[in-house]
């Protein structure tokens, strides 16, 4: 046993407290021992008194603790009440006294449902009180402290929480995580409620072999904290409770452990987790957080009808390992000395384990993206290659159609290019015969020869016209003369029109503009329309057979040509459909021709469309924009046949 001064006060705080203030204030119900609780959404009174400050932090923490726990259990509202009567600074009677008509006067109209005494000091007197002083008030007691549990005062019941410190577990702690301390200085107060923490410590202390405990308890703590800093290498330092030093000045642990541990030489080890970040290395502690919220389960209970003298006193000491990573670091600690359930405090967290989740969800999102871009770019560069496959299909198909009009042609064709044949012939043996003349005839030859180049230079354009429409190229822009081209088209055509019997017709405004485009693609366009055309009159008689090719400029300075028929028309439900790829009406037709001259017309930047004539026959009319328009897309063909 650790002979200490004892010295005691002139009314415990607990015991004064608890006398002064029930025989003043009001209580609810009638019903002695039980709390009459309100109807579902009422508000119950709860008031809390600390026997000390409420700003320690062992007090805050409780009472933080306490409120969460409370407000969230119950379905009514709580309305809590907080006194601190200080007694660690304020002893005296008088203290007390003024104390008392402070809570007479403050809760006489109040009528309070539980009331909640946190205590850490002796309550000796709180056996004497008169239990007609407790009659009809639930008392809930929540002591930190090694004192034994009172009788019930009075012979009044109460209920509680009697919280002991985890001594053995904090000294077992000490030498987990330092075990080749071989002296313990341990530092404490001289209250009843200090001695009997020491008590437990010493009796601890006798079954450890090997290891020295010395007792700092008789002298001021100033000298104790100049000692601390020349203390040897293998020393701890336990610090107990300190609620008065020996010379009976009041004091606080966390505010002595708040100076002892910068600047002590060894590790501080302690008993309560409100200490653990004031540069402890930490124990086995009492954790306030926990105990206010045991406490806040009782208190629910109370509200919700259960007597609270039913409600069994809790006693226990159980501690929580928890360090101060900070002072780990300082002392060179080991981590993995740690037991498995220890709460680190203060140990600087990467983004990686503060924001891990957030972190993973964000690489995945990347991720996820990243694979999405790479997707689409793939599907990007297959989608252009097949577009170019397609684009070169396609080009390919309107060489083709080109060709396959050519095809329809060719037997016209070659009755015209045997006319300038036949005639050069023909030329040429007359000429044979002037030159056998004695002498020739030379003006004659010379006549002969014009007409030989003049048939040469007819069949030659027929040749060269042929040769445009049969090469494979890209649409190009450039200035088109509309009349020329429309001749041009129609010189080719006649010979098929005349063996059809088809009587052709050309109407060109005069002084047109440029339009702007490429010269074989128009004309590969106007010669499916003209051959479409008299394809559409192969049934009609040979004297209604006439076909109409009108070249005007709108309005908004387009150049406009239309092909007119007098043919068996087109339906309605089939002009719908004659633009779209593989639709025909003809018997052998490819339905390739119209789909292709919307395209190549779209990419001059112009339309093309039909409407049935008032009489008989079909329109099919196309607008190019002018010269200079930039309307036209040069390169292949675009892929939307």
């Known amino acids: 046993m650790v002979n200490l001064p004892l010295r005691h006060n002139l009314l415990s705080a607990a015991t004064a407290l608890l006398a002064v203030w029930l025989a003043c204030v009001p209580v609810r119900g009638s019903l002695a021992g039980t709390a009459v609780t309100n109807g579902l959404g009422n508000s119950q009174q709860v008031l809390l008194i600390f026997s000390e400050s409420r700003d320690l932090p062992g007090s805050a923490m409780m009472e933080q603790a306490i409120r969460t726990k409370m407000m969230k259990g119950s379905t009514n509202r709580i309305d809590f009440f907080t006194e601190s009567l200080d007694a660690g600074h304020f002893p005296n009677a008088k203290h007390y006294r003024l104390f008392r008509d402070y809570i007479k006067n403050k809760y006489a109209g109040q009528d309070l449902d539980l009331v909640v005494m946190f205590m850490s000091r002796d309550f000796v007197l709180a056996r004497e009180l008169p239990a007609t002083l407790m009659t009809n008030l639930p008392t809930l007691f929540v002591v930190v402290n090694d004192l034994a549990v009172p009788d019930a005062p009075g012979g009044r019941p109460y209920t509680g929480i009697f919280q002991r410190f985890d001594v053995e577990g904090t000294v077992k ?79 606080y642990t966390s505010q002595v452990v708040q100076q002892l541990a910068p600047a002590a030489s060894v590790p501080v080890y302690v008993l309560g987790a409100s200490i653990i970040g004031t540069g402890a290395v930490g124990g ?45 670091q300082r002392w060179h600690i080991k981590q993995s000395r740690l037991p498995e359930n220890c709460v680190i405090r203060y140990q600087p967290q990467s983004p990686w384990a503060n924001h891990l989740r957030l972190i993973i969800a964000v690489t995945i999102g990347f991720l996820v993206q990243a694979i999405t871009i790479a997707a689409l770019l793939v599907q990007r560069r297959l989608q252009r290659l097949a577009q170019a496959e397609i684009l070169k299909q396609r080009t390919e198909l309107v060489h083709v159609a080109r060709v396959s009009m050519m095809g329809q042609l060719a037997s016209a064709l070659t009755h015209e290019l045997n006319q300038p044949l036949g005639a050069i012939l023909r030329n040429a043996e007359a000429a044979e015969i002037y030159l056998q003349g004695n002498p020739p005839n030379l003006q004659e030859i010379r006549a002969i020869l014009t007409d030989i180049r003049r048939d040469d230079k007819r069949a030659g354009n027929v040749i060269d016209r042929m040769r445009s429409l049969f090469k494979r190229q890209k649409l190009t822009s450039g200035s088109l003369d509309l009349a020329s081209l429309v001749e041009d088209t129609i010189a080719m055509a006649r010979p098929d029109a005349d063996a059809r019997q088809v009587k052709l017709r050309i109407d060109i405004a005069p002084n047109l503009p440029p339009a702007e485009g490429d010269r074989v693609h128009i004309q590969q366009v106007l010669l499916n329309l003209i051959l479409n055309g008299m394809d559409a009159m192969n049934t009609i008689p040979k004297t209604r057979k006439s076909l109409a090719v009108t070249v005007t400029e709108t309005e908004n300075q387009n150049l406009k040509i239309s092909v007119a028929d007098c043919g068996i028309g087109i339906s309605p439900d089939n002009a719908a459909h004659v633009f779209e790829p593989f639709f025909t009406t003809k018997s052998n037709g490819m339905g390739m021709g119209l789909a292709i001259s919307r395209t190549i017309i779209e990419a001059h930047g112009g339309e093309i469309w039909l409407k049935s004539n008032a009489m008989e026959g079909t329109t099919f009319t196309f607008i190019l924009p002018p010269a200079g328009a930039d309307k036209v897309k040069p390169g292949d063909l675009p892929a939307s046949l």
């Open 284 to 328: 086995n502690v009492v954790d306030f957080d926990d105990l206010g919220t045991v406490a806040g389960q009782m208190g629910l209970k109370v509200l919700a009808g259960t007597p609270y003298t039913s409600i069994p006193i809790d006693v226990r000491s159980n501690g929580v390992p928890m360090v101060d990573w900070r002072a780990m």
């Open 173 to 251: 702690f000490i030498f987990r995580l330092q075990p080749d301390t071989r002296r313990v200085v341990v530092i404490g107060g001289t209250s009843p409620a200090d001695q009997a923490v020491l008590d437990r410590i010493q009796q601890t202390a006798q079954g450890i072999d090997g290891v020295a405990f010395e007792f700092w308890t008789n002298r001021p703590i100033a000298e104790d904290l100049q000692a601390a800093k020349k203390l040897p290498g293998d020393t701890v330092i336990l610090v107990s409770t300190l609620q008065r030093d020996a010379t009976s000045q009041p004091m």
